[in-house]
DNA sequence: ACCTGAACACCGTTCAAGT
DNA sequence: ACCTGAACACCGTTCAAGT
């Protein structure tokens, strides 16, 4: 609202006193925890903190700063369990409570998966997953393995927080689909359309459907690097 | 460019036929081949079809009509491969055939995950992909194991597409890792280091490294659900 | 050093007016 | 029906000027 910033007296005339980087940063990551790393401007971050947008790129940078300082912020928020962990309950633990914490910065997880250890709070999260992996006997593998993990759960965090964004993409979603329940030409669609009129009724069985999607897709990428450490440890 | 608007004068005046819905979108779609679906404007579409802005709604409607029309045209093209395949084949097939088709129109994965079925030409190949995984022996999980393998590779791909969008992502990643790649404290961190040294030198060896890994990503998801189909088939 | 206030070059979208 | 041309309400970013 443009009243917010014109309402606003001087900082000084007001009482105010200056501001700080950390403090900018932290008006944006209560913004990112409102309405997600792409859902507030930094005419909005300014009118936050009671001040004008070029005072942001005072204190901080352009949004691409502000961004990787709320990035920074939340990775270093992020569980990672303990070293002794077998390696497929060291990755479970982390992608699973890795995704609580991300889903409560929506378009952080994207934004995590194409910059990687970019982000200086990844580098000891990427040394530690490979590690554990190594130590398992996934040898030369353990980086490509950390990369499909990663990569694979960070990239369906994101999925979830576009469709938090935005809900009308998956009634959109439901409401195609619920024409297609009872195709009998089409029984292959009928059964997704199926699938989702079980879970897509009400907001709960939504969320826990979306839960239980996520455990199931780690769960799934678990398997398969358990194939490979078979393999990989047989010969 | 301004120019390239002020510059023409009325298209009857100029001589121009009267546009169609149709040509609108073929320019959309060309934009899209050599920008990605993110990379073009409003006024960069109607500066290519020599007309206005309004012309676009006029014809076809807001952005997100624009890019519906995209998205149908660019999964209608998607090969899908023949009903008679092993379940295995048949996916990895259309997985990687797919990624090749939607990697030309940088930014229609991403929207092809978040909107599913929504895009009318995704119903057909929903239908084909479920009644693979019905025959195969997938049973109720087969839309499950429909989401996870679609879900997952539409992912990878929008994330190669991020990463072809701006190259600056993966230099500044491998710049940072170029700094741990000796550092004996942190032997997980040195070896992922040592993994992108090896593969980010020039253009060709990392086009050829992102081919591998995805096929590495859908052989690990196929192995993922093979175990799957092991357990459900043995009861 | 820190902030103000305006400006610049963009967006997507709308709309009255023209032919 | 189809197009023009301008306008509206936004963006991120920059900058001279103030204190």
């Given at each position: 609202m443009k009243t917010a910033i014109r309402g606003a007296r001087p900082r000084s005339a007001a009482g105010l006193p200056a501001l700080s980087p950390d403090q900018v940063v932290d008006a944006a990551i209560r913004l990112t925890e409102e309405h997600g790393l792409d859902g507030w401007t930094i005419r909005q971050l300014a009118a936050a903190i009671r001040a004008w947008p070029a005072v942001v790129y005072?204190?901080?940078?352009?949004?691409?700063?502000?961004?990787?300082?709320?990035?920074?912020?939340?990775?270093?928020?992020?569980?990672?369990?303990?070293?002794?962990?077998?390696?497929?309950?060291?990755?479970?633990?982390?992608?699973?409570?890795?995704?609580?914490?991300?889903?409560?910065?929506?378009g952080v997880a994207r934004r995590l998966a194409t910059r990687g250890p970019t982000v200086p709070a990844m580098l000891a999260i990427a040394d530690h997953g490979i590690r554990v992996l190594r130590r398992a006997g996934f040898g030369a593998e353990s980086s490509d393995v950390y990369q499909v993990l990663v990569s694979s759960s960070f990239l369906m965090v994101a999925l979830e927080d576009e469709w938090a964004a935005d809900p009308s993409l998956r009634s959109r979603?439901?409401?195609?689909?619920?024409?297609?329940r009872d195709r009998e030409d089409m029984p292959g669609l009928a059964a997704l359309a199926s699938l989702w009129h079980r879970t897509c009724n009400d907001q709960e069985t939504l969320r826990a459907r979306d839960e239980w999607f996520f455990g199931y897709a780690v769960d799934r990428a678990l398997d398969a690097v358990q194939v490979r450490l078979d393999i990989l440890t047989a010969k």
């Open positions: 005072h204190h901080v940078g352009d949004r691409e700063a502000v961004v990787d300082a709320v990035l920074q912020s939340v990775v270093a928020g992020m569980p990672v369990p303990a070293d002794d962990l077998p390696w497929r309950d060291w990755w479970h633990r982390f992608l699973v409570d890795g995704r609580a914490t991300l889903r409560r910065y929506r979603t439901a409401a195609v689909l619920a024409a297609h």
